[in-house]
């Protein structure tokens, strides 16, 4: 066996071991094990130092043995003579002891004379020895496929010590991609990362949450997994393992599907080039778009033959908060999301839903005319709204004035029919909404309050 790799947790176990090994053989030599690292490990001006780790290794029978056979009839200066250099076990300890990589690769007389020098034959005795055989699970891993807007399945098996595993994964691009994808993991604080590659040089990275820093593995695991499509963008999508020999009835993967249907957020990087930052869009709609329309909007729609005036905050997260004066007081009582759709002519669609506490369980979907140009004073768009078995479902038309720096002297509320000229006289900037109100949009939902 001329090379090996270790994995650190394996290399660190060895080390330990010859460590030991060498102080037992300072007390057998009735000599104190020095301080200074170069005395111990026997390099730089210390290397023929005679109770280093080298020299007590070389005096090791069986590496004394192994080292005569391979050197016979070669001197010191002939290529393939082998002999123990005490630097090579140091640097290769400091590396690991620092984290700065991940596996530990010996050559000869290393694959050999490090295991001698602590009682193994050979590296699989070593593991054997001191418990680091890798025990071999399968599991079966779900995800969400944004190219199959369904469930998919693949293979996912480990083969692990206590700090570290080898994977391979098989059928997650449906055989678009070369299989398998093979590598290893190791575990930092407590998260299980995991680098995977296949024979093409294509990558997936998978990190999956640990208890502890140690890896243990459950009937159950949730994950995420990194990679590329078979038509090369990078995406990242939710895992969920499952143990091959678990028995999952059809209610089982049923709730499975349905977790990861309510999780199917998928990163998937967009095949777009940026060149400058007016470039940014999310669905065809600009950000700096989407950036002016946060901030203060009042809104107008009809409530039978009166106008119902409500509070909108957009805040700079595109948290939506609405102060609804027909469901309570005028503190905020719904509160929602911002998304965009190029389904619906480009517009800013708003779901909101009640703020724990209200007194009126209504869930209320608004959709906005995104304004042309820069202009967001005026907006038209509808709403749907729905409640209680008591309330009946409402939409129709609504209008709204974006709040200006001089902010108006208003709060929600009703504005009964009669008092709706007056109110426009005092308020003249919102003239232009009655206007606007009283125009039937092709979108008007029928029968609406």
Request: net charge neutral; proline share 4%; charged share 25%.
């Amino acid at each position: 066996m001329s090379k090996l790799t270790l994995s650190r947790h394996e290399f660190l176990t060895l080390h330990k071991a010859i460590r030991t090994q060498y102080s037992a053989d300072c007390k057998a030599n009735g000599v104190a094990e020095p301080a200074s690292k170069s005395k111990i490990y026997g390099y730089g001006e210390h290397s023929d130092y005679k109770n280093s780790i080298t020299v007590f290794m070389t005096k090791h029978q069986t590496i004394k043995d192994y080292l005569d056979t391979v050197n016979k009839g070669l001197t010191r200066n002939d290529q393939g003579y082998q002999e123990i250099n005490g630097k090579n076990l140091y640097n290769k300890f400091r590396d690991a002891e620092n984290n700065s990589i991940d596996e530990i690769k010996l050559s000869e007389p290393y694959s050999i004379v490090y295991f001698l020098y602590i009682g193994c034959n050979d590296y699989e005795e070593f593991k054997k020895k001191y418990n680091l055989q890798k025990t071999f699970e399968i599991y079966v891993g779900y995800y969400f496929s944004f190219a199959n807007n369904d469930i998919k399945s693949f293979e996912f098996k480990i083969a692990h010590t206590a700090s570290d595993c080898a994977v391979e994964v098989r059928s997650f691009h449906d055989g678009y991609l070369q299989d398998p994808f093979t590598g290893g993991g190791i575990v930092k604080n407590n998260n299980l990362f995991i680098n995977l590659i296949n024979k093409d040089g294509i990558e997936m990275k998978i990190i999956i949450p640990t208890e502890s820093n140690t890896i243990h593995l459950p009937t159950y695991m949730l994950g995420v997994l990194t990679t590329i499509t078979s038509e090369n963008f990078p995406l990242s999508v939710r895992l969920f393992l499952v143990k091959e020999d678990m028995d999952l009835t059809a209610s089982d993967l049923n709730r499975i599907k349905s977790y990861l249907n309510f999780h199917r957020q998928i990163l998937r990087a967009p095949n777009e080039r940026i060149k400058t930052l007016e470039d940014l869009a999310i669905r065809e709609v600009f950000i700096d778009d989407l950036i002016n329309m946060r901030g203060t909007y009042w809104m107008w729609r009809y409530h039978d033959e009166d106008i119902v005036q409500i509070k909108i905050v957009i805040e700079d997260d595109f948290t939506v908060r609405i102060f609804n004066p027909l469901y309570t007081g005028t503190f905020a009582n719904q509160i929602g999301r911002v998304s965009v759709s190029r389904h619906f002519n480009h517009s800013l669609c708003i779901g909101t839903f009640p703020i724990r506490g209200s007194a009126r369980q209504m869930i209320s979907f608004y959709m906005i005319d995104m304004p042309q140009g820069n202009d967001w004073k005026y907006l038209r768009g509808v709403y749907c709204t729905v409640g209680t078995p008591t309330q009946k479902p409402s939409g129709g038309n609504l209008v709204l004035y974006k709040q200006q720096a001089d902010p108006l002297d208003i709060v929600p509320q009703v504005i009964k029919k009669d008092d709706i000229p007056q109110y426009l006289e005092n308020y003249g900037e919102l003239v232009p909404l009655r206007t606007m109100l009283d125009i039937k949009t092709g979108r008007h939902v029928p029968n609406g309050n």
